[in-house]
């Protein structure tokens, strides 16, 4: 295979430095949370699913729903029945999380603090959510909970919230046996090729060819950068989902394998970077051949291995390794806990939600003023409660109350009567404005809430917080962005630089 000078020359210094495109829309823009330097990458990596492979998700979760349904009545002998619900692809996002023990899912915000909960598909009020979670936070520990941290986990949790509802009719509900059935059968369904070979049958209907996919490659590897694919899947999925998406794109790349200098399959993340496996060499067909003991050769295909092993055979190290992939715990938290890899994150549900941001403008304008208006109003209402207060403890302690006579004291009893039902009707207004700006922020927060999902609201933020989904990408990823391609509107040479973000004490 030709190595990278003999497909395409260096680019051109004016194309390294090409700058932004200032109408580059922001939903195909990179986001920066730490900053990152791209003329130190030396090796790029890349995730297949919902990386590279970017799926048409309401297909794919059909798919997986009927499949999971159909293993629950034929392996675990739920009714027949359930093989005909219903499904409905809003219901479950990623971020949330699944109390096996009680039957419901719950969005959790930064801080640990739960937020929206729903037993099967049914919103559970305040005073059901504090008796259920009573805590300031929660800390979720397996086995009582999971999270859906993963686009292919999003049918979990839509089929855990269904079937809990028709147990609970039944009476004989087992949450924890349930969730553990219904993982059981969905691994089974990507274990043996119920899902894969019907992907692999009809790629088109599954998945989204991305023509910006091969000159995004391309650009990095003319700019002189070693690129890898680092996938859990195997060879045979992988060869298919790969060949649909790059083969014949660009006329010096005649394979997809042309595009990468190493290839590794079957990596068994995250356990790729905390455990010691061996790499295998494959054969054409997916075979092992051999234990690989030297450096990788470009052109061959390896499965398996360990962070470790794959530096030293790479001879390329740390945070000289950018790797890109669309799972929290299995790309970004592990490789960045086992490694000094830089990390970009692909949120395939980024371009949504920013398109959404832009059409409601207005409204998420209009709630910042009414929430600058509430503090102003809180201030309001501290100091009038303060001062009828001060004027209370005055009435009491004065002349009146001890039965003293004179000619001051109607005179003095009378106004501060007077000042005390002034102070009580300002009191009052300022209540009554305060409900009126509480009741518009509320109406606005849930009508774009609903916007932007019926049951959760925005996948970023719970309520005024991020989201427990949020703060993880902004932990444990350095960018972030909607798609791979979105680099191709970047320079190779990039410095990618986070904006500072102020504190509350620092804004105004």
């Not at 910006?212 to 195997?234: I, M, Y």
Request: net charge neutral; with cysteine; glycine share 8%.
């Amino acid at each position: 295979m030709p190595g990278p000078s003999e497909v395409f020359p260096s680019a051109s210094p004016m194309d390294l430095l090409r700058e932004l495109p200032q109408d580059l829309p922001r939903e195909r823009r990179i986001f920066v949370n730490r900053n990152l330097r791209m003329s130190a990458v030396d090796l790029i990596g890349f995730d297949m699913d919902y990386t590279l492979a970017v799926y048409r998700q309401e297909e794919v979760q059909r798919l997986s729903v009927a499949e999971t349904l159909r293993k629950l009545v034929c392996q675990k002998g739920f009714p027949e029945e359930i093989a005909t619900f219903s499904y409905d692809p809003a219901f479950a996002i990623r971020g949330l999380c699944v109390d096996t023990k009680l039957g419901n899912l719950f969005k959790m915000d930064c801080h640990g603090h739960v937020g929206r909960v729903y037993h099967g598909r049914a919103p559970l009020g305040r005073e059901q959510r504090h008796a259920f979670y009573p805590t300031g936070s929660l800390r979720p520990r397996r086995p009582r909970f999971a999270w859906v941290d993963h686009l292919f986990a999003l049918p979990e949790g839509a089929i855990f919230a269904r079937l809990v509802e028709t147990f609970d009719e039944r009476g004989d509900a087992d949450y924890a046996k349930l969730w553990q059935d219904i993982r059981e059968c969905i691994d089974e369904a990507h274990r043996d090729e119920s899902l894969k070979s019907e992907i692999k049958a009809h790629p088109d209907r599954y998945l989204v060819r991305d023509p910006d996919l091969a000159p995004t490659l391309h650009k990095f590897r003319s700019a002189g950068r070693r690129l890898f694919l680092l996938t859990n899947s195997l060879w045979d999925y992988t060869d298919a989902l790969m060949t649909y998406l790059l083969d014949g794109q660009l006329a010096p790349y005649p394979s997809w394998r042309n595009y990468f200098d190493i290839i590794v399959v079957g990596a068994q993340k995250p356990n790729f970077f905390t455990s010691r496996n061996r790499f295998v060499e494959l054969d054409a067909a997916g075979r092992a051949v051999s234990e690989l003991r030297g450096p990788f050769v470009r052109g061959r295909v390896y499965e398996g291995g360990n962070l470790h092993d794959f530096e030293e055979k790479a001879g390329v190290h740390g945070d000289h390794v950018l790797y890109v992939g669309d799972h929290i715990y299995g790309d970004m938290l592990r490789s960045k806990k086992s490694s000094a890899w830089r990390t970009a994150l692909v949120v395939q549900e980024l371009e949504d939600e920013m398109r959404l941001m832009a059409r409601l403008g207005e409204s998420f304008a209009r709630m910042a003023a009414l929430e600058q208006a509430r503090v102003g109003l809180d201030s309001d209402l501290a100091f009038r409660q303060n001062a009828l207060k001060a004027l209370q403890r005055a009435a009491n302690g004065g002349p009146g109350e001890n039965g003293g006579a004179g000619g001051g004291v109607g005179d003095m009893d009378g106004a501060m009567d007077a000042a005390k039902r002034q102070a009580k009707l300002e009191l009052d207004r300022v209540r009554g404005e305060l409900r009126t700006v509480q009741g518009e922020i509320d109406a606005i927060e849930n009508e774009t809430d609903r916007a932007f999902n019926p049951y959760w609201g925005p996948l970023f933020k719970q309520g005024n917080e991020n989201s427990m989904f949020g703060s993880q990408v902004e932990k444990y990823a350095c960018v972030y962005t909607g798609r791979v391609s979105n680099f191709l509107w970047y320079s190779p040479v990039t410095y990618f630089r986070a904006p500072r973000l102020p504190m509350p004490h620092e804004t105004g």
